[in-house]
């Protein structure tokens, strides 16, 4: 099944529900999947994408209880071809943003680039995670175990994010004002404001790279990032830095 955080569902199907939520589903074909597809994409591309794959997915739903016996109409049907991102943060920008972002963006941009987990997996830590030594992760997408060394600048991190006067304690290391967990909606508000002030392009989602990047070792970033092979990482941190090679004399 397709990645889709809950956050972007509702928007994804809101589009889909205006255009055929007035269609009888055994009169959808593939000619409509195509026109929406066209005219979605004129304007977002990769969004259309999106919600062809949860289209295509509530219509097996419906097909496997019963609503229908169609053939589903996304079948077939090409999407719109996606680049990889190949963004590398420098330092500059990474610090521009930092200096004048909110604290709970700086805790999260600190914990994303030392640990080089996505922002739901950095969102989601808590203190139970800390257990002999090290910060135990199991990340969404993939459900890949990992358990990352509390040491250096990581433990310092760690040290001031529980060292901070709060007026509330929740159990997560990312948490606002009111000891609440930061939510991934309030951290991309946060960063955007942050990112528009210090007029900087990168994403959040950017600084995973980053980090695989900086470490100049592929088989360290591979354990860091729990990718199940090197050429996975190998193609991550080549795409954003590309080949270091020598010139001719």
Known sequence: MFSLSA???????????RVFGHRP??????????????????????????????????FNKAR????????????????FKETGRDRYVTNEEFEKVRSIAHFTVVDAMDLALLTGQRPADVLKL?????????LWIVQNKTGARLGIEITGELAAVIERINGRSRTAISAYLIQDEKGQPLSQYALRSRFDKA?????????????????????GDLAHAQKLLAHRNRDMTEHYVRARLGDRVRPLR
Request: with cysteine; proline share 4%.
């Open 7 to 17: 956050q972007r569902l509702p928007k994804l199907f809101g589009h889909l529900l």
């Open 25 to 58: 589903i055994d009169l959808i074909a593939p000619m409509h999947i195509r026109e929406y597809l066209d005219i979605r994409g004129q304007a977002a591309k990769v969004l259309a994408n999106r919600e062809k794959a949860l289209f295509s997915h509530i």
């Open 64 to 79: 496997e209880w019963g609503y229908t016996t169609a053939p589903n109409p996304c079948q077939g049907v090409k999407g």
């Open 126 to 134: 808590q203190r139970t995670d800390i257990r002999d030594g090290a």
């Open 195 to 215: 990112r528009t002030l210090a007029k900087v392009s990168f994403q959040f989602r950017d600084i995973r790279a980053k980090a695989a990047t900086d470490t």
